[in-house]
């Protein structure tokens, strides 16, 4: 890295972050003005470069070991190349420049595609090399906070970019003015009850109570992910503990309740909950319960898995953790109640 770049990061990470709202999302659609697409472009060609900088900044501050951690470097080595090309690249002044910025932008979202594979696996080598002494819980909440920041900003870009280019003046980006919880559980519920029948033979029923009809405006893909992950871990713990019982496998139960100004989801399941001592590690990055779980009495042998196989439903212990920086990005949280 040279001396500028360095000068230059320093410079921008002093400059605070500019939050960003689903509001504020929705009220740059595709029916905007020409005027207003060219100042949001615009904007997010001087947005992202800071959000990048507090991110490298916070790199060049990390233990040297950490630093040299060969998916550590690449993850910083991208995130270099997409403050470099931002800072570099030209002013935006009319629709063809915005035509430019959506080219080089494009490419910059593609190109961090994997991060997230990338620093699980260089952090799984880092614990197994230093037994944990090494903490960063902390910098993987920042680094995850502006990855999902920095691409909600440039996919809802370039989603209304080319929602203009076909007229389409309705689209709203990447938000859906009518997400459905209830929806996105039920088609969760279909693809992990497969997986369940593919690893265990057998699955938890899903069922949904509350208010069904509830809808908000949200990101999909965000939603689907945090239930993702909090179902996956609901129905193996169920299905770990009721397996070789006598009785029907109890159901995993999903509440949908709206109040005034937010949406809340809960959910349920009789998996025999978790030792409060283990309960705070459940938010720490690559901790994962599926290691207790296979200790004396394999489940997973008798059921003739492999690890590779348990973690497609298990995870690698960033699931939960990710899940909740995903919430509190748009000002929610997750909260886990163990009836242990």
Known sequence: ML???????????????????????????ASVSEESHVQHARWIREEMPVRLAHRLSDYLQLPFVVVCNTRFHEVFRLFLHAFETLVESPDIHDPKDVEEFSVMLRSL??????????????YGKLQALMDGLIELDSFLNQT?????GNRVLAEHFLAVH?????????????????????????????????????????KPKVTLDGELDTELSF??????????EILKNALRATLERHMRADGPIPPVTVSIMKGS????????????????????????????????????????????????????????GFGLPLSRVYAQYFGGDIHVQSMH
């Open 3 to 29: 001396p500028r770049s360095i000068r230059h990061i320093q410079r921008l990470a002093a400059r605070p972050i500019q939050p960003v709202t689903i509001q504020q999302l929705l009220a740059r659609s």
């Open 109 to 122: 979202v593609r190109g961090n595609d994997d991060t997230v594979h990338m620093l699980q696996e260089g």
């Open 144 to 148: 995850f906070f502006t990855r999902i």
């Open 162 to 202: 080319k929602a203009r280019s076909t007229s389409s003046t309705d689209d709203c980006g990447v938000v859906d003015p009518k997400c459905s919880p209830a929806e996105t559980v039920r088609e969760l519920s279909r693809s992990l009850g497969e997986l369940c029948i593919e690893l265990y033979g057998d």
């Open 219 to 228: 990101v999909p893909e965000h939603l689907s992910f945090m239930l993702q």
């Open 261 to 316: 100004f937010d949406v809340t989801i809960k959910v349920s399941d009789c998996g025999g909950g978790m030792r409060q001592e283990k309960l705070k590690s459940v938010w720490r990055y690559g901790y994962t319960s599926t290691k207790d779980s296979q200790r004396g009495d394999d489940l997973s042998g008798l059921c003739g898995q492999d690890d590779a196989s348990m973690r497609q439903l298990a995870g690698y």
